[in-house]
């Protein structure tokens, strides 16, 4: 199974429902485990783990609770990371990478996050390419995670300082998912105003 979803990777399919449905036809009666999943993501599993962060930072009402930004902000530094180290992907250790689940359960899964996937993926298409798919575009958007994800310890005194930040992570990484240059620059906007507001109030 694990040639089958290299072969859809090479493909280059681009919406994420397209990844899942690849990951779902491949899946002939046999498990799958975590790390079959992260590889077939590739890149994309980083943008899954920042835009998730970023999302739950920005919930006025878990982003209020002492501590929870600054863990967030600490993760997403983890993330980024490994990031730094070369990893394309998102690492985890071997344990929960052989993780597996059979065939049923794993299209149970992918049903029920798919409603969720297509909503993004019929707003958000490759566009603008070269700010997400080359090298350099990858590292910038690596380096404005890290500030993004740095900036949540401080700015969690602030009243709503975490909202900027956050929002610019759920871009970020929502540009690593889909390929989109646009929202690249949404998150390039919101990690200058978090440098802006910083640089404001601290």
């Known amino acids: 199974m694990g040639d089958v979803m290299a072969q859809g990777a090479t493909r280059g399919a681009e919406a994420i429902g397209d990844v899942l449905?690849?990951?779902?036809?491949?899946?002939?009666g046999d498990?799958?485990?975590?790390?079959e999943v992260l590889g077939a993501l590739e890149d994309r599993s980083l943008g899954v783990i920042i835009a998730a962060l970023g999302l739950i930072a920005a919930l006025p009402v878990v982003g209020a609770i002492p501590g929870v930004s600054v863990t967030i902000g600490l993760l997403v530094l983890i993330a980024v990371a490994q990031a730094l180290r070369g990893r394309k992907g998102l690492?985890?250790?071997?344990?929960?990478?052989?993780?597996?689940?059979?065939?049923?359960?794993?299209?149970?899964?992918?049903?029920?996050?798919?409603?969720?996937t297509?909503?993004?993926d019929r707003r958000l298409k490759p566009r603008a390419e070269a700010l997400t798919r080359t090298e350099p575009a990858r590292w910038v958007i690596i380096?404005?995670?890290a500030v993004l994800g740095l900036s949540l310890v401080p700015l969690a005194v602030v009243p709503w300082g975490v909202q900027a930040p956050a929002v610019g992570l759920v871009a970020l990484g929502l540009a690593l998912m889909t390929r989109?240059?646009?929202?690249?620059?949404?998150?390039?906007g919101f990690a200058a105003a978090t440098v802006a507001i910083a640089a404001l109030m601290l």
Do not use: T
């Open 118 to 120: 297509d909503w993004v």
């Open 143 to 145: 380096a404005c995670a």
């Open 31 to 35: 498990d799958i485990s975590v790390g």
């Open 21 to 28: 449905d690849g990951l779902k036809q491949a899946n002939h």
């Open 180 to 188: 989109d240059g646009a929202m690249a620059l949404v998150g390039y």
């Open 91 to 116: 690492w985890a250790p071997a344990f929960i990478r052989r993780r597996a689940m059979d065939d049923a359960e794993f299209d149970a899964a992918v049903d029920r996050v798919r409603p969720y």
